[in-house]
């Protein structure tokens, strides 16, 4: 099969699970931002700044790899930092063709000069408004839905998880928890998951990521996870190949294979953090042939150096996957999104069918 120009895969419709708006800031904005804050940054050139990101990032553990937040979480501490950086998401996700994200961060990660949970909420959620009518302007529409996470070293769950079913009319469609996973379970926060199993909203957990099935395991039977963050380590309950007619799932994969519980890989993301030897090697190859509902996400586009299409384009030219398989991730995403069924479906059947069917021909 010929591989599929970039451009193409530019054009496709894309639906996105996974990033986080503080992992996907412009380099030039972090420059003035930083500049107007007083931050010192590591370097003051555009380009170099995003070269630093993706070098340091890339550094085989995702504790080092979070330390390079602490440059993008500082220039978002104001509101017109906030509202400009969300804007910039929705208008760089339309432009790579994405027509639906859903886009995290830890609000309580924002409050260091002054701001309340609720005006972080709001300038972010006005930022998406208006990058997402911009977008739309330009012929790239794009719908935007907000999942709050809450750090999972720290005590702030249950507030975050109420805030985000305060927010579930105004812009946000789920609840996350992120950061550091090893020391951290995801048990620690069974009274927001409770609390929001009880109000019936919707929920994903950073799992399985840099630590195995334990993690895995308690995100889906302790908390009741709706989908899993990465959950790539899945595969260490997974034996044999396909091409040898020997798998074997273990309890655990095979439940979420049977309940079809999304997975939201992330590759280079994975790649950089060591959950992945590299993107040929990745679990996603596997997951994928087995028929799990695998999506691809981008997780942190400035981290990672990254795009929506460049992760379309990188596992098409490792598996040789062509449009039905891009269609095929592409329905996945849409189907385990969080907003209502029929909007879903709407997206599938007048966005993302006839999208693929003009470039398939
Ligand atoms: O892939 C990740 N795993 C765990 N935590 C992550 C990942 N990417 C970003 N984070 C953290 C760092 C951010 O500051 C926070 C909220 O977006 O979530
Ligand atoms: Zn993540």
Redesign the pocket.
């Known amino acids: 099969m010929a591989a599929i120009a970039f451009s193409d895969i530019v054009e496709a419709p894309k639906a996105l699970l996974h990033d ?4 996907g800031l412009r380099p030039a904005t972090i420059i003035e931002l930083a500049d107007q804050v007083g931050h010192e940054l590591p370097a003051t050139d555009p380009v170099a700044l995003g070269e630093w990101f993706v070098a340091a990032a890339d550094s085989g553990s ?1 504790e080092r790899y ?1 330390e390079t ?1 602490a440059h993008t ?1 500082a220039v978002m501490q104001t509101p017109e930092g906030l509202h400009r950086v969300a804007k910039e998401c929705a208008l760089d996700l339309a432009a790579d063709g994405v027509v639906y994200a859903e886009v ?3 609000p309580e ?1 924002h409050l260091e000069r002054g701001l309340s949970l609720d005006q972080v909420v709001d300038a972010v959620n006005a930022g998406f408004v208006e990058g997402a009518a911009e977008a739309a302007a330009q012929g790239a529409p794009i719908r935007v839905g907000v999942l709050l ?1 809450a750090m999972r070293h720290a005590a702030r769950s249950q507030e975050i998880a109420e805030l985000s079913v305060r927010y579930r009319d105004a812009g946000v469609v789920g609840f996350d928890i ?2 550091a996973e090893a020391g951290f379970p995801p048990t620690r926060h069974l009274d927001a998951f409770e609390y929001l199993q009880r109000e019936n909203f919707h929920f994903t957990i ?1 799992a399985g ?1 840099a630590f195995g099935l334990p993690s895995i395991w308690q995100a889906i039977q302790w908390c009741g996870a709706d989908r899993l963050g ?1 959950g790539v380590r899945l595969v260490d309950d997974i034996t044999g190949t396909p091409a040898g007619g020997d798998v074997v799932l273990g309890r655990l994969a095979a439940y979420v294979r049977d309940k079809r519980i999304p997975l939201e890989l ?1 590759p280079s ?1 994975n790649v950089q953090t060591g959950a992945a030897p590299s993107i040929a090697e990745h679990p996603i190859g596997l997951l994928h042939d087995l028929r799990f509902r695998v999506t691809v996400n981008t ?2 586009r400035l981290m990672s150096g990254t795009s929506m299409s460049r992760e379309m384009a990188l596992l098409s030219e490792a598996f040789g996957w062509g449009w039905s398989e891009l269609q095929w991730l592409t329905i996945n995403a849409m189907k385990s999104a969080f907003i209502p069924y029929d909007e879903r479906l709407a997206i599938i059947n007048e966005v993302i069918k006839p999208g693929y069917a003009k470039l398939i021909g």
């Open positions: 986080h708006l503080d992992g995702l979070l937040f979480v995290r961060y830890a990660q996470t992120a950061g950073h990521e990465h992330c993301s997780d942190n």
